[in-house]
């Protein structure tokens, strides 16, 4: 029962922006998109979330479409240590369901 | 402010032995999740529990597999008779609040299950 729906890898050169898609087109009226990464074996890394208006904080940009069936995680300026995977999440509100990611590799 | 404390790190259990995981939530945390993560696989969710109540355990295995929270101590997710499908890097994460949704989870390091 996929929720979202993410590439299973991509590339990006250091310092470039990353944009990381994410499709959850059966996302309920009430439930927030939130991304997390997972860096090796670490616990995962909370990165940001909203519900319909776009939001930044220091880590990361999140773009939400309209319709909220889509949005993109944007790290502006990538370097080697954001490195992870991300996972784009639909928090039905007793659980965060992980997907299978996004494996982000930035190249020197 | 500590973030989320898991121990051990590191669990080795041979089979039919018991093992016992532990998760300190940050402080003012009263809501827990644990999650499981085989190898090369996502998280799967195993648990959600708030103090002293079991809220939503739709991804705990039906047998061997317990978790509770208390109302004070860290929270225990117990397996008993182990098998070797249950290594596994199992993931605790806590929050403010469970029921609403516009509160972030923090997870902590992990402990990583090997069945010998």
């Known amino acids: 029962d996929a929720k979202t729906t993410q590439p299973p890898s991509m590339d990006c050169a250091e310092g470039r922006a990353a944009n990381l898609p994410c499709n959850h087109s059966?996302?309920?009226?009430?439930?927030?998109v939130y991304w997390y990464r997972q860096i090796h074996s670490q616990g995962p890394q909370y990165i940001i979330h909203g519900l319909k208006n776009n939001e930044t904080n220091e880590m990361a940009s999140l773009i939400i479409t309209e319709d909220r069936k889509s949005s993109t995680l944007i790290l502006p300026h990538a370097t080697l240590r954001d490195t992870a995977v991300y996972y784009c999440?639909?928090?039905?509100?007793?659980?965060?369901?992980f997907g299978t990611g996004t494996s982000l590799t930035v190249i020197p | 402010n500590a973030g989320v404390m898991q121990n051990p790190r590191h669990l080795v259990r041979r089979r039919g032995q018991e093992a016992r995981l532990r998760c300190s939530p940050m402080?003012?945390?009263?809501?827990v999740y644990w999650y499981r993560q085989l190898p090369e696989e996502g998280l799967k969710f195993m648990v959600y529990?708030?103090?002293?109540?079991?809220?939503?355990e739709s991804g705990m295995p039906k047998e061997r597999f317990s978790a509770e929270f208390p109302k004070e101590g860290p929270s225990i997710l117990r397996i008993q008779q182990v098998v070797r499908g249950d290594s596994a890097a199992y993931f605790c994460?806590?929050?403010?609040?469970?029921?609403?949704?516009?509160?972030?989870?923090?997870f902590g390091q992990g402990t990583r299950l090997t069945v010998v």
């Open positions: 994460a806590s929050s403010t609040s469970g029921g609403n949704q516009n509160t972030e989870a923090f």
């Open positions: 402080k003012g945390h009263s809501h």
């Open positions: 999440i639909v928090h039905t509100g007793n659980q965060f369901y």
């Open positions: 059966t996302i309920s009226g009430n439930e927030y």
């Open positions: 529990l708030q103090k002293e109540n079991i809220i939503d």
